[in-house]
């Protein structure tokens, strides 16, 4: 059962990827003035805000891969899982990482609640070895 849940809660995290993917595209935005990712401190400057944003929806695409991936990888019990689910927690908190304006304000609107998901995921990942059989 907690393979389950587990497995599902990872997919699930990586749909919720899939939101920052719309609010970078500027299809809707997740919270009324939400810009995220327009000022990025590690790409707006160099690149400009549309190609950031760009860059932002491809990694989110590929984040959200990783943890529906992964996920999927648990329910149906394959042993790549875990290595899969790693990556994708990496990949994600570098690109919030990266993707942060710099700014110590509205850091939820910002990833860091997902990345605060991210080392819990990896935490169970690595340390507690769930799921348990």
């Known amino acids: 059962m907690l393979q389950f849940i587990f497995g599902i809660f990872l997919v699930l995290h990586g749909l919720v990827h899939l939101l920052y ?7 809707f935005e997740l919270r009324p003035g ?12 160099l690149l400009g805000d549309k190609t950031t944003r760009n860059l932002a929806s491809i990694s989110c695409v590929v984040a959200a891969i990783g943890f529906m991936a992964g996920g999927t990888g ?6 790549w ?6 990556a994708a927690v990496a990949f994600s908190s570098v690109t919030f990482i990266l993707f ?25 990942v690595l340390v507690v070895q769930l799921p348990l059989p």
């Open 21 to 27: 993917l719309g609010q970078s595209t500027g299809r």
């Open 34 to 45: 939400m810009v995220w990712p327009d000022g990025s401190w590690a790409f707006s400057k």
């Open 74 to 79: 648990i329910l149906v019990s394959q042993a």
């Open 81 to 86: 899982w875990r290595p899969v689910i790693v």
């Open 100 to 124: 942060w304006d710099g700014k110590l304000r509205k850091l939820n609107d910002q990833g860091a609640i997902g990345i605060l998901i991210n080392l819990a995921i990896l935490t169970a």
